[in-house]
């Protein structure tokens, strides 16, 4: 069965550092979501991604994060000066955008910033 | 602005019981669907079941099935015959694909099982 993966599982990096999340959506799917999960705390969205471009993107997702979608299988989540607060669970979903609209997610990296 | 309201930070229920979690939305749209997923310790966030507003037909997915009250913007989850492995955090989620597809959250209920 087709998955959505996430590399890498964990990444630790010191504050202001520069981060790439990877995730490698089901490949027949349009729609790419990155959520991310505070430890003990509710799922934020974060950006959607269609046809090559933001759809949509939350509060949290101001000019230290961006997305790219570098060769049509990758899609990365870019945080280029990392603060404490950004230590998270990363989600990446995505979703064909017919069946249900039920979005995938991939197993998460666990970020953890010092 | 949608919003999704999980009332029960944790329940507990005994092997082989039922339990209900609870969870209301709202939402000013007729269109919509509306999810549980499931989180065990891995974190790993898993489908458990799924409903779209046009249905009235409750969903069930095996143990797992859904009371949705259109009118009363709820939709609780029943899970029967509950299993050590269902102990985990569950969110609902609200999806409008009109509001940029995005998923809404509810905050979680922490689900224990008691042998």
């Known amino acids: 069965e087709p998955e959505v993966t996430q590399t890498p599982s964990h990444q630790v990096t010191q504050m202001g550092q520069e981060v790439i999340l990877r995730c490698v959506p089901i490949?027949?799917?349009?729609?790419f979501y990155w959520y991310r999960q505070i430890l003990g705390q509710k799922v934020e969205f974060l950006v959607s991604?269609?046809?090559?471009?933001?759809?949509?993107k939350s509060e949290i997702f101001d000019d230290q994060f961006s997305v790219e979608r570098p060769d049509g299988s990758n899609f990365t989540l870019k945080i280029r000066s990392t603060k404490l607060e950004d230590s998270a669970m990363y989600f990446c979903?995505?979703?064909?955008?017919?069946?249900?609209?039920?979005?995938?997610f991939g197993p998460g990296t666990r970020l953890t910033v010092l | 602005a949608q919003t999704v309201t999980q009332s029960q930070p944790e329940m507990s229920v005994q092997e082989a019981e039922t339990v209900t979690l609870s969870c209301t939305y709202d939402?000013?749209?007729?269109?919509?669907?509306l999810f549980w997923y499931k989180q065990p310790p891995s974190r790993q966030m898993i489908l458990v079941i799924r409903?779209?507003?046009?249905k009235q037909q409750n969903a069930t997915e095996n143990r797992f099935s859904v009371n949705f009250q259109k009118a009363a913007k709820s939709f609780s989850l029943k899970i029967s015959d509950s299993q050590l492995g269902d102990a985990a955090m569950y969110f609902c989620?609200?999806?409008?694909?009109?509001?940029?597809?995005?998923?809404?959250w509810g905050l979680g209920t922490s689900l224990a099982v008691n042998p």
């Open positions: 979903a995505s979703s064909d955008g017919v069946s249900y609209n039920e979005q995938f």
């Open positions: 490949s027949n799917h349009l729609y």
């Open positions: 991604f269609y046809n090559n471009e933001i759809s949509e």
């Open positions: 939402t000013s749209e007729s269109d919509y669907y």
């Open positions: 409903q779209e507003a046009y």
């Open positions: 989620a609200y999806f409008n694909a009109g509001n940029n597809r995005k998923l809404i």
